[in-house]
T-cell receptor
Framework: RKEVEQDPGPFNVPEGATVAFNCTYS??????FFWYRQDCRKEPKLLMS???SGNEDGRFTAQLNRASQYISLLIRDSKLSDSATYLC???????????FGAGTRLFVKA | DTEVTQTPKHLVMGMTNKKSLKCEQH?????MYWYKQKAKKPPELMFV???????INESVPSRFSPECPNSSLLNLHLHALQPEDSALYLC??????????????FGAGSRLTVL
């Protein structure tokens, strides 16, 4: 089983749609969780950290369920500029072993 | 503009060559990372330096040799590489906390082609 698993893509959605990505992780000792965004041929960039209480940043909402070892990202009112690969990232406690999921590609169409 | 600078942006080398990738950050971060990324795959962790000491080596072949001359610089020395080593090599840094969120800041990457 992979340490971090994500929904297979790609997701093709029209502008204005709401889209949700899911991610599961295998190590129950994991402490920190993130969503990164990677544009084609660019480096990954932090989209948002994920907290136990859930957190929101504009059109983006992240949720964490520790009991189910599950992370989600919800994008509301999708924009063309949201087209990218979204990477679920998990950081093991006490070290720097940051593990990336395989990523989910999102295409937002006009 | 990224706060982590990588050079060169592109590198083509033969299997007998020796070359180096360089990475620099001036954010005062104390942890620095090398990742390898193949096309349509996620970044794979190679090495982590914490406070200038190697803390993680993910069983990387010895033809890749990391070096951390000081807290701002990270090098990756390349020797006798194989064509399958062609990839995007990403450097990242983080504050270096052993607890709490370790947010990575990536450089733009060095795209390596081995002929």
């Amino acid at each position: 089983r992979k340490e971090v698993e994500q929904d297979p893509g790609p997701f093709n959605v029209p502008e204005g749609a709401t889209v949700a990505f899911n991610c599961t992780y295998s190590n129950s000792a994991s402490q920190s969780f993130f969503w990164y965004r990677q544009d084609c041929r660019k480096e990954p960039k932090l989209l948002m950290s994920v907290y136990s209480s859930g957190n929101e940043d504009g059109r983006f909402t992240a949720q964490l369920n520790r009991a189910s070892q599950y992370i989600s990202l919800l994008i509301r009112d999708s924009k063309l500029s949201d087209s990218a690969t979204y990477l679920c990232v998990v950081d093991h406690t006490g070290g720097f072993k940051t593990i990336f999921g395989a990523g989910t590609r999102l295409f937002v169409k006009a | 503009d990224t706060e982590v600078t990588q050079t060169p942006k592109h590198l083509v080398m033969g299997m007998t060559n020796k070359k180096s990738l360089k990475c620099e950050q001036h954010m005062g971060h104390r942890a620095m990372y090398w990742y390898k990324q193949k096309a349509k795959k996620p970044p794979e962790l190679m090495f982590v330096y914490s406070y200038e000491k190697l803390s993680i080596n993910e069983s990387v072949p010895s033809r890749f040799s990391p070096e951390c001359p000081n807290s701002s610089l990270l090098n990756l020395h390349l020797h006798a590489l194989q064509p399958e080593d062609s990839a995007l090599y990403l450097c990242a840094s983080s504050q270096g906390q052993t607890s709490g969120a370790n947010v990575l800041t990536f450089g733009a990457g060095s795209r390596l082609t081995v002929l």
